[in-house]
């Protein structure tokens, strides 16, 4: 698949994840808390506004047509982030956690095209992060 029909496809499955379910926000921080009981305490004192901004940034670092533009805005956050604790295994449940979700809203349109192109995106994500988290 070309990286144009990846990012299409990436974006066809979040906008039917809304119309499907509405706002998917809460299911994806029950999921992540799911996945990720640290991050429940991290996150345990931030308000449904704070959480909603928090998950427009992820959900644009999924949508964005590239993510060698996000790098600095990832150093950016990985380094707010470390003083609020966030450790580098909550990177990967928290993009997770919003794949899982999606994936479930979907159900069979959650197809091999779809799942090829979170797979890549995540991992892509995840090549940014890593060394920034872990050094
Ligand atoms: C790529 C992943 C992430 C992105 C893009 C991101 C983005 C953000 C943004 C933009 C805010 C600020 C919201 C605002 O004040 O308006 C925020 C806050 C916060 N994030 Fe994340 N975040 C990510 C991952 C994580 C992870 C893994 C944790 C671990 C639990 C975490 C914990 C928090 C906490 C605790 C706050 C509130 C900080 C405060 O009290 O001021 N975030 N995040």
New binding site residues.
């Given amino acids: 698949m070309t990286d144009a029909g990846m990012n299409e496809a990436m974006l066809a499955s979040l906008e039917l994840a809304a119309e499907k379910s509405g706002d998917i926000a809460p299911a994806i921080y029950d999921r992540y808390f799911e996945r990720c009981p640290d ?1 429940r305490a ?2 345990f ?2 308000d449904e506004y ?1 959480r909603g ?2 998950l427009g ?2 959900f644009r ?1 999924f949508m964005s047509e590239g993510v060698a533009e996000e790098r600095e805005y ?1 150093a950016f ?1 990985t380094t707010n ?1 470390r003083a ?3 450790a580098p295994h ?2 990967e ?3 997770l956690a919003v794949r899982d979700v999606v994936q479930n809203v979907l159900g069979d349109d959650f197809t091999a095209e779809v799942n090829a192109a979170w797979e890549r995106r995540v991992s892509e ?1 995840l090549g940014i ?1 890593r060394p920034l988290t872990t050094s």
């Fill in positions: 991050s991290i996150m004192h931030t704070m901004r928090m940034e992820v670092l990832l956050e982030h609020y604790g966030a909550m990177y449940n928290v993009l994500l992060i």
